[in-house]
């Protein structure tokens, strides 16, 4: 069954404002990712956290991760229209193979 | 220099053909996937191959195949091909397996199928 469920599906904002999107799963993970697909193209690994961390950054984004609650947050901040694009959370379970089961997307817009 | 690539970019077939999508990465990875994006764009795996060695398989129809030559290439065949086929298919390969390796994926074929 499908793991991750994002929210929300769309998001619409303005240059140089900040974005945040969230991604909820059902069992326990061994780490979450995200990725970003631009329209037309493949995926691209944004970050990775593990199960027992609670926060990561990478230049302007900033991840969270509540085991708790099982979910995380991605925020973009200042973004650029450059940053318009689908987001993925990806949720690897507690095994071996490598297998990710991705949400279904953040579509975000920033206008210029 | 291309990491993951992928042959054909676009495929337009009929019902019932048969067709090949071919992905090569360069990066040295062992291990190599496939995934199919539907129109909700719902990403989904469906293959994943360490080493020429099958690790994943999920619940897909038989009609799919997938053949590693080596492990710098992953091949998906699909027999008998159907409209519910169409989608766009990714490749994707990591440096190994164990989920702790980011994946790198190749810019997709769209497949339509008539």
Known sequence: SQQGEEDPQALSIQEGENATMNCSYKTSINNLQWYRQNSGRGLVHLILIRSNEREKHSGRLRVTLDTSKKSSSLLITASRAADTASYFCATVHTSNTGKLIFGQGTTLQVKP | ?114
Not at chain 2, 17 to 33: A, F, P, R, V
Not at chain 2, 64 to 91: M, Q, R, T, W
Request: net charge neutral.
């Open chain 2, 1 to 114: 220099d291309t990491a993951v690539s992928q042959t054909p970019k676009y495929l337009v077939t009929q019902m019932g053909n048969d067709k090949s999508i071919k992905c090569e990465q360069n990066l040295g990875h062992d291990t190599m996937y496939w995934y199919k994006q539907d129109s909700k764009k719902f990403l989904k795996i469906m293959f994943s191959y360490n080493n020429k060695e099958l690790i994943i398989n999920e619940t897909v129809p038989n009609r799919f195949s997938p053949k590693s030559p080596d492990k710098a290439h992953l091949n998906l065949h699909i027999n008998s091909l159907e409209l519910g086929d169409s989608a766009v298919y990714f490749c994707a390969s990591s440096q190994s397996t164990g989920g702790f390796f980011e994946q790198f994926f190749g810019p997709g074929t769209r497949l339509t199928v008539l």
